[in-house]
């Protein structure tokens, strides 16, 4: 509760009158924006915002006298029709306006017991039920019938009353607390809550809050006068389970409290002297205190000020207090808008004053003695322009100019060459054709698999449905629906039922989801996965073993890994994946530790970028990602990643008779930067073009037609300038002239088109910018290539073939915009298009990948391959390198002595095979929330779900014939150095520490130690038996094909009930045994899913397994589908 602070006082005294009064008690109006205060001569005064937006203060509005023996008005009530004002002998009811609709006093009702009359409230819920406190009864009457009263079986003297739904809460003059019931007319529980009387008292929902006096210890006379001191704690009672619970402290003397109207569990507490604290009673560490702006008494009075009559506002923006001195202050959350709030959260309007209209008098238009003023002015709900103040200024906002006409947009009308682009500059006037929705709806908006009937789930879409949903857009200037931003959505039952099926329309080729960290790297990698050559040279790496493990490696690597082994992890994982999706989590946290890629960081999904900052990332990623492999070619095996060098000579040549200087320098880079070409070799008139002038063309339409990417290439192989030479004194001033060439091009021509977007504009006007194929053919004198759209006649050359590229895909009108900007790439696999757009992968027309000419679609990375240089993919299908990690231990550090292995290690004898049945269980802990998005009505929907991490992971012998059967051989704790948010611990059995590399007693190991494991084994081709492996192998990042899978969350469901059974609940009704009774253990939890294998291949070959299934159903309902407590 921030950012409260005073927003006016409302100065009482002397209000229409000549004589001061005081105010006694204040009320917020429950209907309007009204303040209620009542005073000590009988009248009520109300008081509403000013309608000013350069005012804070507030005007009165009515003022009317509510008992005619003028006895102090000491409390009010709200009503839906009006205001309800107690005084010592009447309670009088009065309309807004100060109209009186009714008095209830001793004489209306004819019963002498109604006087003295100290509290009032409504009964519970109703609002025309008025409980009123006397000296020695509790009355109550109905408004709706003047005549009657009621009294309930009570006796003594109440001096508050506050009403709950069910209860009424009554303070006693002794202190003590009574809870009364109306209904059945009796006391339920009384509370002694002070020593000496109550102050103030609230309710809310469930809770009571009271503050107090106490009588101050006699200490010499016993007879003397009781002295009271303020407690200095506010007492909380549960009305539920009728006791008191934890009172507040509030060492400063508690005179007011109340409850926050919409926020229960937080109290406002007030002492007289102006002390303010916002306090949670389920939480008192957070308190917020605040200090009232109390006047200085004046010299001649001993009178000091005193806060008082606390009141809160219905919606909780706005409360008021009395400071003892007539003066309301009234406070809100924010000083600068407060007064533009309201006190409800729906205000009625508030009744105008009836207008009196004049006579109508005839006044000569000639009559200089009747002052202009006279005539009459009409009504205004807003303020005039003539009542603007003089010292405020129009800015900026206020008087904003129309914006400037885009001087592209005046280019182009003049040369009338390009078509009118809507995207950029909005739609014409023109009209649209109709689009019926429920006819796109089932296409482009798939369902949850949980929403889709058993005939949709078999249902395979043909591509021509397809085509009519991604492929579609209203019309030729907009951007078709396949290149949109994805966004996964979530249902209750998590990732496991969207349907990624939809978006992808091919049966071998994977897509990468785009919810973690990183994602606009999805594109690039897909691309280099399709190269053979990278992926063959990636992906075999893989054969020989490297698991770095020493102490100064974990500090800045916990992985224990690199670049390159994640990326040959998921090169795997894309191929064994075929078209389900993947995820690139690995890869990502290794990118975020190394400090060489920290500027190449994002995390949300691009919405912080502009267009051309997209680009610049992913070229840079792209530089990053070629070096980074390189670099740990050599690390790791001592050879080079030459795969994509170019190897460049720059010349260094003295244009003097008498200059020396005659140098050569060689160099390599892993790709090249294409650079747009100067005016001169773009423009048809290229013979009056200065070659010296750098500059782009600023008119399109006089630019070559035959302009492509060759031009770009062969310009940006083949550099030349001259500079000043500067390297040796001379009498002549003369030139260097350096010349930078290309002399040797790799197998994979990796081209980085880092333009800016003025540039890109020259490629949209050329129709056939990107070419299918190329000849580079070698120079004469061996200085650098040229490159030919066909087949030449001689010399040396090298066909290159286009693979694909990576294009930026602008959704926004301006391009220099942050966000609406994502990556897709086109790639060509066995002759055939296919679009990846994260997790969309969708063939896609030959002509679509070569048109540039829409301003949206800009290649940045584009990767060319040597055609007689082409590989056949190398995928793994039975492993034949390194698999020693298996049968030995290889700790993180060194190993802690004191820690007890649970596991046993796998030898040669043991080595597995295809079909070796092995058990396997995974605890994991969460490294970052998920994040949530909270509508006005409260309904939650997930955005991003949390980010989970591999903890622990065991593995259990299988085979029945082994005499080890049950015995684990992996039993891995992962060392983590960076923040976990939750250890999970109820459910993964992972306790603080467990995973820190200095105060750990576990033998930790590295992440990539105990993926290499798992990923062993499944390339051994090993079947795996578990408990709900689909979320541990995705978390894990494992893509497991099905025919290794042996799941019992699976195995043990009926699709007819739609709920899967837990390990527990399993295991207590098949095997008789309790497990998970304190935290989780993955050694037990991949022992009992074994066992409950075991149990269902016995029962299926006897033929028991349906009844057995149905019994257990059956079970599951009557237990509630949990594990009775022994």
Sequence with gaps: MEGWGEVTKIPFTGIGSTSPRTAVSTKFDSQQNIILVGDDDGYVSSFIQTSSPFSNETSPYTKYLTNSSHHPVTQLLSHRDGTLALSTDEVSFFNRRGVPKGGFDALSFKDDSFKSLNAMSFNCNSFNDVVVSTNSSLLKFDLNKPNVLTKFNHEGKITLIKE????????????????????????????????????????????IASCGYSVKPKRYNYHQTPEYLCDPLVNIFDIRMMKAIAPVAF???????????????????????????????????????????????????????????????????????????????????????????????????????DITIDSETFI???????????????????????????????????????????SDLLAKADQGLFKYDSLKYGAANVVTNFYSLTSTKDSQIPKFLSEKSDQEKEQKKSIEALEESVLQCRNEDAIPNCYSRLQIQYSKFGIKDFDFAFYNRTEKYCGLENHSDNSYINALLQLFRFQPSFYNQVVNSLSTEWLPNEPQVIETNSEGSSILNELAYLFDMMYKAKASNVKTTNFSQVMNHDANASKLINLNELMNLSSHEVRELIVSFNNYLLNRLNLDFKSQFDIKFDLTELTYEIQILGRGHSCPVNEKQLGTTLSLDLITPPNNMLNKMSILINPNNQDQPTNFSNIRTNLNILTYLD?????????????????????????????????????????????????????????????????????????????????????????????????????????????????????????????????????????????????????????????????????????????????????????????????KQEAPHPGTLVAIDAEFVTLRPEQLEISYLGSKKLIKPKDLSLARVSVLRGDDESPLFGKAFIDDYIVHTSPIYDYLTSFSGIEPMDLDFCKSNKNLVTLQTAYRKLWLLLNLKVIFVGHGLYTDFRTINLQVPKEQIRDTADFYYMASFKRQLSLKFLAFVMLRERVQRGNHDSIEDARTALLLYKKYVELKKKGEFESKLNYIYEEGHRLKYRVPES
């Design 164 to 207: 709950s739904p069910k209860l009424l809460a009554l303070a006693g003059t002794t202190g003590s607390l009574e809870l009364f019931d109306p209904t059945s007319n009796a006391s339920l529980k009384t509370f002694s809550a002070h020593n000496g009387y109550m102050s103030d008292l609230d309710v809310k929902g469930n809770y």
């Design 364 to 406: 000569d238009i000639d009559d200089n003695n009747v002052p202009l003023s006279i005539v009459g002015m009409p009504y205004y709900k807003e303020l005039l322009l003539s009542n603007w103040p003089v010292d405020l200024k129009f800015i900026k906002e206020r008087a904003r100019l129309p914006n400037a006409i885009d």
């Design 715 to 907: 310009y940006s192989m083949n550099q030349c300038k001259t500079v000043p030479c500067t390297q040796h004194l001379h009498t002549h001033p003369h030139t260097l002239e350096i010349r930078t060439s290309i002399i040797k091009l790799p197998p994979v021509l990796v081209l980085n088109v880092n333009l800016t977007n003025e540039e890109f504009k020259l490629i949209n006007c050329l129709k056939k910018w990107l070419v299918p194929e190329m000849y580079a053919l070698k120079a004469r004198n061996n200085q650098g290539y040229s490159f030919k759209p066909t087949k030449p006649l001689s010399g040396e050359y090298k066909k290159y073939e286009l693979l694909g590229y990576v294009c930026e895909i602008s959704h926004q009108i301006d391009s220099s915009r942050t966000g609406g900007h994502n990556l897709v790439s086109f790639i060509k696999i066995q002759g055939e298009w296919i679009l990846f757009n994260d997790y969309l992968v969708i063939p896609i027309p030959e002509e679509e990948v070569f048109n540039l000419t829409h301003e949206w679609k800009k290649p940045v990375i584009v990767v060319y391959q040597e055609a007689d240089k082409v590989e056949t993919f190398d995928y793994i299908t039975h492993f034949q390198g390194n698999d020693s990690i298996l049968y030995r231990d290889h700790f993180a550090g060194a190993a802690r002595k004191e820690y007890q292995k649970q596991y046993i290690l796998l030898t």
């Design 251 to 353: 060492p400063a003397g508690v005179s007011s409290v109340r409850f926050h109207p919409k926020l229960p569990n937080i109290l406002i507490i007030a002492s007289a002297f102006g002390l303010i604290q916002f306090v949670d009673i389920f939480d008192q560490t957070n308190v917020k205190v605040y200090h009232a702006d109390m006047p200085l008494p004046p010299q001649q009075t001993a009178k000091q000020p005193s806060l008082s009559d606390l009141q809160i506002s219905e919606n909780g923006d706005f409360f008021s207090f009395n400071d003892g001195y007539s003066n309301i202050h009234l406070w809100s959350i924010t000083n600068a808008d407060a007064i533009s709030k309201n006190f409800v959260n729906f205000p009625q309007n508030i009744e105008k004053p």
